[in-house]
């Protein structure tokens, strides 16, 4: 389970998994707040994804940080 800010977010678990593309937006929570970025790279190193955030930073993510990063994105968009 996620947990951003006091709120709860299922992980997927389901045999269909959320797809993943360059392109795609994605969020992640630090120290209380959300950072918003777009997956820019689908790395050699299997089921690794290159994400750049607005502010500039960048990280490399496993698929299931990658997805959570996602599923965030998902949520807060919808949300507002």
């Known amino acids: 389970m996620l947990s951003v800010s006091g709120k709860h977010i299922m992980r997927d678990k389901s045999p269909q998994r959320l797809s993943l593309n360059v392109g795609d937006g994605v969020a992640k929570e630090f120290q209380e707040e959300i950072f918003f970025g777009t997956i820019t790279a689908k790395l050699t190193k299997p089921k690794w994804w290159h994400v750049q955030y607005e502010d500039g930073d960048e990280e490399d993510?496993?698929?299931?940080?990658?997805?959570?990063?996602?599923?965030?994105?998902?949520?807060?968009?919808?949300?507002e």
């Open 61 to 79: 993510l496993d698929i299931q940080e990658a997805r959570d990063a996602r599923k965030l994105y998902l949520y807060y968009r919808v949300c």
